[in-house]
Structures are given as structure tokens and as C-alpha cells.
């Protein structure tokens, strides 16, 4: 079992910058992904950025160039960066551990954009 802890969200404006970091109570050396999920109001839930054991960084395309996805297995957190915010980035951010084919989920944190 993982328990996944989101802190960081808020309000922002347009332009703006925010840090979004998740706790894990164990272990994350040998969890295969961390990510970031992100849903907005009437929207499926959507990869933002991953980040593996090995292997690269899987980011989506709406992010690409203004969110960063930092993995830190000596303190257990995987944070992520996100610079030049825009409304549509307002949505409620999950943490996502993908450990042993099992899917583990922080219970999110709120990103508005204001325009």
C-alpha cells in the first residue's frame, strides 16, 4: 500500500506559477511511475506528467515547455513545477503511484486559473 499526500494548490492567476508536491508514506525507490494527473469539471481525468524508475518523462502536449515533474526518492516526493499557468489548466491535480500493476491515488488539490 502507498498513501499519496498532495499539498500546493490554489489560486493563481494567468501567467502565474505554482509548485505541487506529493508525499508518499513509503518508499518510492522502487515504485515503477510517479505522476501527475489533473481533471477538470465535466472532463475524464488526464496524464500531466510521469516519471519513471528509468525511462523518460512523459508530459502532454498541453504542458510541454511550462511544467516540470521532479522525482526525489531520498526524501519520497514528486513535485511538480508549473510555470505560465493558463485558465484551462484549472482543474483538480491527483498524485499518481504505479507500483506492482496497482494504481495508488493522493485524494488531489485544487488549481484555478484566474483569467
Known amino acids: 500500500q502507498v498513501q499519496l499526500v498532495e499539498s500546493g494548490g490554489g489560486l493563481v492567476q494567468a501567467g502565474g506559477s505554482l509548485r505541487l508536491s506529493c508525499a508518499a508514506s513509503?518508499?518510492?525507490?522502487?515504485?515503477?511511475?510517479m505522476g501527475w494527473y489533473r481533471q477538470a469539471p465535466g472532463k475524464q481525468r488526464e496524464l500531466v506528467a510521469a516519471?519513471?524508475?528509468?525511462?523518460?518523462?512523459t508530459y502532454a502536449d498541453s504542458v510541454k515547455g511550462r511544467f516540470t515533474i521532479s522525482r526525489d526518492n531520498a526524501k519520497n516526493t514528486v513535485d511538480l513545477q508549473m510555470n505560465s499557468l493558463k485558465p484551462e489548466d484549472t482543474a483538480v491535480y491527483y498524485c499518481?503511484?504505479?507500483?506492482?500493476?496497482?494504481?495508488?491515488w493522493g485524494q488531489g488539490t485544487q488549481v484555478t486559473v484566474s483569467s
Open positions: 513509503r518508499s518510492i525507490f522502487s515504485i515503477n511511475r
Open positions: 516519471v519513471p524508475i528509468l525511462g523518460s518523462i
Open positions: 499518481n503511484a504505479l507500483w506492482l500493476s496497482n494504481n495508488y
